[in-house]
Structure formats: C-alpha cells, structure tokens
C-alpha cells in the first residue's frame, strides 16, 4: 500500500452552532484519486479549508505532504493546487496574462508546463477571462493550479454550475489528466455520478463524521438492493448493515450494506432473492436518507383465548 500524503485524525470543528466537524479521521494515499461526498453543508469545504490551513479546526489533527497547515501553511500551499467552488480571477485578464502574473508567486512554476495546459484544455490564449464559458474557466483554474506541479491537487466541487456534458467532459479531459500523470487529488462533490467514474476511493460525510470509507468497486459490490417478499421479510431479523427499507403492496425493498452475508442468511433460510447493484448516488442516497424503520415486524404469536 503506498503511503500517506494526508493524514486528518479527530478534526472538529463549529462556527458557534452545533458541530460542523465531529471527529473526522481519514487518509489519502500518494497518486489515488480520492473522492469526499456529501450533501450541500455537510462540511466538504470546511474539512479542504483545513486542509489548507485556512481554517484553524478545534481539534484534531491534519497532515499535508508531511507538513502541518496551521504552522506551515505556505510549504502546504505550494504543494498543494486548489481548485475553488467559486474561482474569482482577474477577469480582464486573458489566460497567458494570467499565467505571467502568478508566475513570480510560485518558485516551482513551469512556464511550459503552464502552456501545455491551455494547450491541452484548449483554452483561448488571447480572450479576456470574462468572456470565457464556464467549462473553460473551470478549466483554467484547473491550469493554474497544476502549473506549479503541486504534489497533491485539491478540487472542491469543481464542476459546480457545469451542465451534465461538460461535467463529462470535465472528467475525461481533466480527471484523466491528472491520473495519469499519477497525481494525488481530492475531489469534493455531492454530483456523484462524475465521481463513480473516477475515484478509486471515497469518503461520505454525513452529520459532521464520515459515515463510510470504501473503495468505489468494493462499495458497489457491497451495497445492493434487494426485493423480498414481505410474508418472508416477517420472518427474519433485519440484517446487519441495513441503510434503507421501502414498503410496497406486496414486498419490501432494501438496500444493506453487507450483501453477500444477507444473501447467505436468506439461503439458509429459504429464501431465494437476486441482488442487483446500485449507482453512487443510490448508495451514497441510501446513507444519508436511508430509513431503517420500515422492516416488516413478525406476525403477532395467536394465543388461545
Ligand atoms: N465561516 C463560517 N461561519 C459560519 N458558518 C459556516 C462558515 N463556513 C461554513 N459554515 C457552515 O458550515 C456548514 C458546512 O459548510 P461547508 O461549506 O463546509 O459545506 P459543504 O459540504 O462544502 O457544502 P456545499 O456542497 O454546499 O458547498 C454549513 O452549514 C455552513 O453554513
């Protein structure tokens, strides 16, 4: 297993109210592509502004490329490329005076590498930034911040306000990119269906903890839906790992966590169900607004009267 390049153990974190951080523990392995899911609030900027060390957390501790954000935050920061949710820029600049200005701010910066990258991205050079497509922006904050060839790149929710093709396209061009260049980045988002392509792990984040953390593929084999008829649901317990029961007429769906043990379970039972498999969104669905409430309860014992 290769190691660490960021290492967060025990972050909490409030503005006042109830904790928007409870005890968030995670790593991130050099060269994976590790993705942090929530819903909108649940801590996902919090948690990368930390690791920025632009947020002092109230516990906890945070490791980045072998450097603590909040005595170090310069060395993070130049190890370190951030993408924004909101990129603000120079929008009367165009992207090669973009890149000649932030040039002298970073000692590591690849003038050839920069071009490259609008190259790559196909960005105009010569157009000022107001007047380019949101795709192409996102692109170009891509750009420069990888131009100085941060070790790890952190992107927050970086297709946000993209339509579902650029976002496609946001990935294949990007997201391809920066793996094969063998890059460690963390990705932020609650649209999942671009990260199920791309992230070999991913960390959900409900209610200020990370709920689960699990390799996308082990994930999807793992958690399953199931249909099953409720006169046999009536007779079972509900299983270890439930996360969601939906009742219809006649049946009971469910989604566990845990699936090839439900299925032996129901095997022994007699009870025969084909499993079928989930997106990442119905997953990550399943473990934020999963309801366990709803496992049918068994058959009241008749008594003589
Ligand atoms: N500086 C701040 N002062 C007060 N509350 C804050 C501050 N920063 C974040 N919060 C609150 O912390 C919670 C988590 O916010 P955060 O931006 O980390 O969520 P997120 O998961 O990135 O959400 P989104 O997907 O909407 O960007 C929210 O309720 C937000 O209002």
Not at 140 to 147: D, F, P
């Amino acid at each position: 297993m290769s190691e660490s390049v960021i290492r967060v153990d025990g972050l909490k974190k409030s503005f006042g109210g109830p904790p928007v951080l409870d005890g968030v523990s995670f790593e991130v392995r050099r060269g994976e592509t590790f993705a942090l899911l929530g819903r909108n609030g649940a801590g996902k900027t919090t948690t990368i502004r930390i690791l920025l060390g632009l947020l002092k957390p109230d516990a906890g501790t945070v490791e980045v490329a072998g450097c603590d954000p909040q005595a170090q935050p310069l060395d993070v920061r130049s190890r370190v490329g951030y993408l924004a949710e909101d990129q603000a820029m120079y929008e009367w600049m165009t992207p090669v005076e973009l890149c000649r200005f932030l040039q002298p701010f970073y000692p590591t910066w690849d003038a050839k590498l920069a071009s490259e990258l609008l190259e790559r991205f196909e960005l105009p050079r010569q157009q000022r930034i107001e007047h380019l497509s949101k795709g192409q922006t996102v692109k170009l904050g891509l750009a420069v911040a990888l131009a100085y060839r941060p070790e790890i790149a952190i992107l927050d929710d970086p297709a946000l306000g993209l339509d579902p093709i650029a976002r496609k396209e946001f990935n294949r061009d990007l997201i391809d990119w920066l793996q094969a260049e063998g890059r460690t980045v963390i990705y932020s988002s609650h649209l999942l269906d671009e990260v199920e392509t791309v992230a070999d792990r991913v960390a959900i984040l409900d209610a200020g903890r990370i709920v689960r953390l699990e390799q996308t593929e082990v994930l999807r084999e793992r958690v399953q839906r199931v249909m099953l008829p409720i006169e046999k649901a009536r007779l079972l317990p509900a299983p270890e790992g439930l996360l969601d029961v939906r009742q219809h007429a006649d049946h009971i769906e469910i989604v566990v966590d845990g699936i090839d043990t439900f299925l032996r379970d129901l095997a022994q039972a007699g009870v025969e169900s084909e499993p079928a498999e989930l997106t990442l969104d119905e997953i990550f669905a399943a473990f934020v607004i999963g309801r366990t409430d709803g496992w049918p309860e068994a058959p009241a014992p008749v008594t003589a009267s």
